[in-house]
């Protein structure tokens, strides 16, 4: 999980982080493998679209494993996660990856997804690694 009080740059750096993922190139001198990025961002997609494209160089647009959702979940309910892991399984299927990074971005004022007594969820970024969700597994 990632913290910072708003507008210090949080969705920047994991968005930056994300690309690298998504194109399998090195990041900050580390060798990344190439997966499957689900970025749920309700509250500005466009912004991490664009703070993500500052970093993709030489891939044509729409090739890469990642996909931007711009709906808040409620993570409370079961089909609403039950359908991003749909989602992540297809994705991964479909780009041939072995993992998935799962990205819940700044929820602010969002009640929808945490309960009120997680008030500082809502202030930061929480990314979630999946290494293998088998067809049967969570």
Same mark, same amino acid.
């Given at each position: 999980? /990632?913290?910072?009080?708003?507008? *210090? ?13 998504? &194109? ?8 990344? /493998? $190439?997966?499957? !990025? ?9 912004? @991490?679209?664009?703070?993500?494209? %500052?970093?993709? #160089?030489? #891939? ?7 996909? @931007? #959702?711009?709906?808040?979940?409620? /993570? $409370?309910?079961?089909? *609403? !996660? =039950? %359908?991003? @892991?749909?989602? #992540?399984?297809? &994705?991964? =299927?479909? =780009?041939?990856?072995? *993992?998935a990074i799962v990205v819940?971005?700044? /929820?602010?004022g969002r009640e929808s997804?945490f309960a009120r007594r997680?008030? =500082?969820? $809502?202030? %930061?970024?929480? @990314? ?11």
């Amino acid at each position: 999980m /990632l913290i910072a009080p708003p507008a *210090h740059g949080k969705t920047a750096i994991i968005a930056a982080i994300c690309a690298y993922v998504a &194109m399998g190139r090195p990041f900050a001198g580390q060798r990344i /493998l $190439r997966n499957s !990025v689900y970025y749920i961002a309700p509250e500005d997609a466009q912004g @991490v679209m664009d703070r993500a494209y %500052g970093h993709i #160089v030489g #891939v044509p647009k729409g090739s890469l494993p990642s996909y @931007v #959702v711009d709906k808040a979940p409620d /993570l $409370r309910d079961e089909s *609403h !996660v =039950s %359908g991003i @892991v749909s989602d #992540v399984r297809k &994705m991964k =299927s479909k =780009s041939q990856t072995e *993992h998935a990074i799962v990205v819940i971005d700044t /929820l602010k004022g969002r009640e929808s997804c945490f309960a009120r007594r997680e008030t =500082s969820l $809502r202030a %930061g970024l929480i @990314v979630l690694l999946f290494p293998q969700w088998g067809s049967g597994s969570r």
